[in-house]
């Protein structure tokens, strides 16, 4: 019989690292995603407690860094959320069972946080300056409101934050039609009448462009915006002389900016 081995001889081959892959890149980006804010999280814990830390805590931007930590919390949990519906498609559910999830939806508000959502994406597309993928941004952006608007197609945020990025997608008569939704719920949004108006005049379709900043201009006549996107669109259209009035005009109530200067410039060169 042969004798039995102390377990104190028995060796284990430790693994090199803890760290699990995925088959899946998309798993393995949530994967990483976690890690990141662990190691993250066991550094901001390090610096705590370091003398000089604590030194220069009154420097430290803590709302800054809130935020940033937020996203990248808010931006893997959008990931989880994605992953999980490419195998609970709604559509595939009977009629009575998306009704009674819809209900709920509703009665926990969750369109106002879809909504929430969307607009956290589109602010960081805007402040973070090319670190994120704007594509893909304002496709999830849309998805989002369309989410909300399945809840609740009485909330008139949702169609207004799916037209910016619609326009950001240069889908310009889509973003229109989402725009004219949000204002039969909610007349009083004059930022989507503006949206409209550049949106037209994005489209190439200037003479409906100036139809809609005149709505405005009969509204406030010293609007700087709708003065300013009159000159935009007689600027895009070749109508140099109106473009000149209408940047006069606007600069009178408020420097214009670099891009409208050079613009306004250029066309008193060519006179």
């Known amino acids: ?41 066991k550094e901001l814990l390090n610096e705590l407690d370091s003398t000089e830390f604590k030194q220069k805590i009154d420097k430290f931007d803590l709302d800054e860094f809130g935020e940033d930590a937020f996203n990248q919390i808010s931006e893997l949990t959008d990931s989880i959320s994605q992953f999980r519906s490419q195998f609970f498609n709604s559509e595939d559910l009977p009629d009575f069972v998306k009704e009674s999830t819809r209900s709920a939806k509703f009665a926990l508000n969750r369109d106002s946080d879809y909504v929430r959502k969307a607009k956290r994406k589109l602010n960081r597309l805007e402040s973070d300056e090319g670190f994120v993928d704007a594509y893909k941004t304002n496709i999830r952006v849309v998805e989002l409101c369309d989410k909300a608007i399945d809840v609740n197609y009485k909330n008139w945020q949702a169609y207004y934050v799916k037209a910016q990025a619609l326009i950001n997608l240069e889908k310009y008569n889509d973003a229109i039609e989402e725009l004219v939704k949000s204002l039969a719920l909610n007349e009083e949004n004059l930022d989507a009448w ?62 214009l900016d670099g891009d409208a200067k050079e613009m306004w410039q250029s066309i008193q060169e060519n006179n």
Do not use: C, H
Request: aromatic share 14%.
């Open 194 to 255: 503006y949206d409209i108006a550049r949106s037209y005049r994005l489209n190439g379709d200037y003479d409906k462009s100036i139809d809609v900043y005149d709505s405005i201009l009969k509204r406030d006549e010293e609007s700087f915006d709708a003065l300013l996107g009159k000159a935009l669109a007689y600027f895009d259209a070749g109508d140099n002389q109106n473009a000149d009035e209408f940047f006069k005009k606007a600069n009178s109530i408020k420097i």
């Open 1 to 41: 019989m042969k004798q039995s081995k102390d377990w104190d001889d028995i060796k284990v081959n430790k693994r090199s690292t803890d760290k699990i892959y995925f088959e899946t890149p998309f798993i393995q980006s949530i994967s990483d995603g976690i890690d990141f804010l662990r190691g993250e999280a």
